[in-house]
Every structure is written in structure tokens, then in C-alpha cells.
């Protein structure tokens, strides 16, 4: 029998519910789902405990989720690692001290494996205050220095650690493996959406206000690079410029970003044609997805970016910022606008405006693409190919 624990200590003991503990939950649940089709392999959830890893009998929904069973209280326990088991630390793991419990694993013949989801602590420093690019950093390093594996979550990150590595441990090129494999992009499986719970007054009115205008949505959380404050600026233009459109800004509130978020507070198209979340469920934000005319994602650097995929799995179409990792998400035939040239943004929703047509019919193209279930199939392969069993459906 096959053993694999996966990390997700910041994801079971914090209330975030952003890109990585989307990941992290949604990949546990199907890697606990194909284990057990397989016979042959044990998925487990574990957090870490000073200098220990402890088993959790279930890693509990977050609030926003729809759970898809009753809850049960969730039980923690220390585990004896046994040489040959599979770690797999999938969650932000940089926030904590987590090297003692990983040497202790190590030393016990564990092996360990990362999912990588982006450097940009380590390339734009900028954007982060400077404990959280220091801790980063270490945590990197020592990643790579011991590492038995490393799957990241798109070709851009693989080939930017690959350059790292190349920089500053050219010894260990060659040595340590290095994957990539795209997150899945299905917002809510078929057993999630079976529940309809009620959306919230359909958000207070959004979808009513101004009902056969444009609807422009924005989903990430509210920090420096993800450049809302720009998107803003280009819609206050259309907005001087006569042109009726809806801005539907969905996100939790970051760092960063005091002037951005008074800035939202206090607009004066605030719940006419401006409208702002930062709660929203995962029933909500599928709502959102299926009501707006496209997704607008201005990123200045992405490890991946969740939300132009799960656009793209409901068939929305989407502008982007013209960056590599956006064109190897959202592939040639998104639509794209230049970040040194901010009026092709405005130029596009001004097309959108007048129902020119500016996105490409054939997008996304199929197979661009899949669900949670196939990527964690995928990332298994890569972590233990050699007890991983192709027909577990």
C-alpha cells in the first residue's frame, strides 16, 4: 500500500479561501477519490506541528464551500512515517516555519514533493512587505536543495525555477525533477451544483441593474499586482465617455491597497454600475461567471491565474493582460491588451460597448481546458507513477 499525506496546514487553520486553498481543497478531495478507486494507495491530510506532522481526520469545508456531506469535528493525530511514504506540500507553506517538520520527514525516509505555484515573492519583491519575500526565499532554497520532486503549476513557473536552479545551484541541475501540470478549472462539480442555494438576492441587485448592458467582472483577491486600480481607471473613462457598462469586482480585500479599497468604497457608480464583493460563496461567484459578458484579468505577474481558467471552462470570454503566462493559459485566440499601452483596454470595452465583435468565436478551444478530477490525475502521475492506476474513474 501506497502512502501519500498533502500538506494544507494555512488552509485548514486560517479563513482564506483564495487561489491556493482553492487548490488545495479541491485536490485533496479528488486524490482522496481516485485512492480509493484505486486500492492501492492512502491519501491523507496532515498540518504541521512545530516540528511535527500531524494527521487530520478530515480537512474541515470552508464557509464559502458547499459542503458535500455533514461535518464531522475533526480529529488530529501524530503519524509515524514509514520509509518510502509521499509527502506532498501543496499549500503556502512559506508562511510557517516548516523546515523542522520536513528535515524530521526527510530524516525518516520520506519523500517530498512540491507543487509550485509561482516565484513572484522572489521576482517582484515590490509587491509584498519584506518578511513575506525573506521567508519565501528561504523556503525556496531549502525547497530545492531537498526536494525529491517539484510540479509546477504551469510550463512559465517550470521555467522559471529551471532558471533559478541554473543561477544559484547549478549543482543540483539535472537532479532534482522538475513537472508542470495546469490546476483544473470547473469552479463547482456536478455533485457541488446539484445544491441550488439562493444567491443572495441575485447580489443586491447587479444582474437587474441596467440588465442589457455590458457586464464586466473582475475575480481575484484585491492586491497591488493584480492591477485593479487600473481596470478602474479605464472604466471611469468609458463611464465619462457615455458608454453604459456594469464593473462587478469580486475579491478578498489584500494588502497594499488602502487608496484602492476607499477608492471603491466611496465611488460614485457604487451599486449603479459599480459593484464590489469581497465574501462571495463559490454558488455566488458561479453566478457572477455565468451572467457577465467577460472576464477582465489586467495581472501584472501570475503564477497561473485560476480565475481565466474557470472562465474559460463556462465558455466566457476573457481580456488579458499580454503576458507569457496568460498566453500559455488563455492560449491565441483570447483577447489580449498591452500593459505599456493601457487605452487598448479601454478601446476593447468601447467595442464591447457597441456590440463590435471583439472576442474570437472558437475560444476557448477544446481541450484547452479540464476539470479538477484529470488535473489531479495528472499531478499523481507525476508524484507515484509507478502505483498510480489509469482507470480509476
Not at 86 to 108: E, G, K, S, T, V
Not at 171 to 187: E, F, I, T, V
Not at 360 to 369: K, M, N
Not at 378 to 392: R, T, W, Y
Request: aromatic share 8%; charged share 20%; glycine share 6%.
Amino acid at each position: 500500500m501506497n502512502r501519500l499525506f498533502i500538506e494544507c496546514t494555512r488552509t485548514a487553520h486560517s479563513q482564506l479561501h483564495t487561489g491556493i486553498q482553492r487548490f488545495v481543497r479541491r485536490t485533496l478531495h479528488h486524490a482522496q477519490e481516485i485512492a480509493r478507486a484505486c486500492g492501492n494507495l492512502t491519501v491523507t491530510p496532515v498540518v504541521i506541528d512545530g516540528n511535527r506532522f500531524m494527521r487530520l481526520s478530515a480537512l474541515a469545508p470552508h464557509p464559502h464551500e458547499n459542503p458535500r456531506e455533514p461535518v464531522a469535528p475533526v480529529e488530529q493525530t501524530e503519524i509515524d512515517f514509514l520509509p518510502g511514504d509521499r509527502l506532498l506540500m501543496i499549500d503556502a507553506a512559506w508562511h510557517l516555519d516548516a523546515w523542522p517538520a520536513l528535515h524530521a520527514a526527510h530524516a525518516q525516509g520520506v519523500r517530498i514533493h512540491f507543487v509550485w505555484h509561482d516565484l513572484i515573492p522572489l521576482l517582484h519583491p515590490e509587491f509584498f512587505d519584506a518578511h513575506v519575500s525573506t521567508r519565501f526565499s528561504h523556503y525556496l532554497s531549502q525547497a530545492l536543495e531537498h526536494a525529491d520532486g517539484i510540479v509546477a503549476v504551469s510550463r512559465t513557473v517550470r521555467d522559471q525555477l529551471a532558471e533559478h536552479i541554473a543561477s544559484t545551484m547549478p549543482a543540483r541541475q539535472g537532479k532534482l525533477r522538475l513537472g508542470w501540470n495546469h490546476p483544473g478549472s470547473d469552479l463547482l462539480d456536478d455533485e457541488m451544483r446539484s445544491s441550488k442555494p439562493s444567491i443572495r438576492a441575485k447580489l443586491t441587485g447587479m444582474t437587474s441593474a441596467m440588465p442589457h448592458t455590458p457586464l464586466l467582472l473582475s475575480v481575484s483577491t484585491l492586491e497591488p499586482r493584480k492591477n485593479h486600480a487600473l481596470l478602474l481607471d479605464m472604466c471611469e473613462q468609458a463611464w465619462a465617455d457615455g458608454l453604459a457598462l456594469r464593473l462587478c469586482i469580486v475579491g478578498k480585500a489584500g494588502w497594499k491597497v488602502e487608496s484602492l479599497l476607499e477608492r471603491l468604497a466611496h465611488h460614485p457608480e457604487k451599486e449603479r454600475q459599480l459593484f464590489v464583493w469581497h465574501d462571495l460563496t463559490d454558488h455566488e461567484l458561479d453566478y457572477c461567471y455565468r451572467h457577465a459578458s467577460c472576464l477582465v484579468y489586467p495581472s501584472l505577474t501570475e503564477g497561473f491565474g485560476l480565475p481565466i481558467a474557470e472562465a474559460g471552462w463556462m465558455g466566457l470570454p476573457v481580456i488579458l493582460s499580454d503576458t507569457p503566462i496568460h498566453r500559455e493559459v488563455g492560449g491565441p485566440l483570447a483577447s489580449y491588451f498591452d500593459l505599456a499601452q493601457p487605452q487598448q483596454l479601454l478601446q476593447l470595452i468601447a467595442k464591447m460597448c457597441s456590440a463590435e465583435n471583439v472576442f474570437d468565436p472558437r475560444w476557448p478551444e477544446t481541450g484547452r481546458f479540464h476539470g479538477w478530477r484529470q488535473s489531479t490525475e495528472k499531478l499523481l502521475q507525476q508524484i507515484i507513477p509507478e502505483s498510480f492506476c489509469q482507470g480509476a474513474n
